[in-house]
């Protein structure tokens, strides 16, 4: 473990994704990185930073901005995850407990979504629409 005043950071071996969805839900706050992880994160409804896998066209700055704001991020979560994400200079307080209830809504929209199967099921299901243009 390092520690640097009331932070105390340790680093964990490799674990099971159970293992590590059991970590995520009893923590106060999570930093992922990747989209499996923050997948993982949100579904914990905890705050969390998320890093993503840079891109060599900087389309990972793009990404992070549709996800903050499909989230209804406020300024200081965005600025945090842009700071975080090297796209900003500016690092802003670390604030997670007010991140909570954002977190915790973007779980409870991800719960009202059906299924991937029932969605799958629907899209088969559906008529063929075939264009009158085609040639």
Do not use: C
């Not at 409804?45 to 499909?70: C, E, M, R, S, T």
């Not at 809504?105 to 969605?119: F, G, I, P, S």
Request: hydrophobic fraction near 45%.
């Amino acid at each position: 473990a390092t520690s640097l005043g009331q932070l105390s950071v340790h680093y964990l071996a490799l674990m099971p994704q159970t293992e590590f969805d059991h970590l995520l839900w009893s923590s106060d706050v999570n930093f992922v990185r990747g989209e499996d992880s923050l997948v993982r994160a949100l579904w914990a409804g905890k705050p969390f930073v998320w890093q993503l896998y840079p891109q060599h066209d900087d389309a990972h700055h793009a990404k992070l901005d549709a996800f903050l704001d499909w989230m209804e991020a406020p300024a200081n979560l965005r600025g945090f995850h842009g700071a975080w994400n090297g796209i900003t200079a500016a690092l802003p307080p670390f604030e997670p407990a007010s991140w909570q209830a954002v977190a915790q809504r973007a779980r409870e929209r991800l719960l009202a979504q059906e299924d991937l199967v029932t969605q799958l099921l629907r899209f088969v299901r559906q008529p063929a629409k075939i264009s009158s243009d085609a040639s």
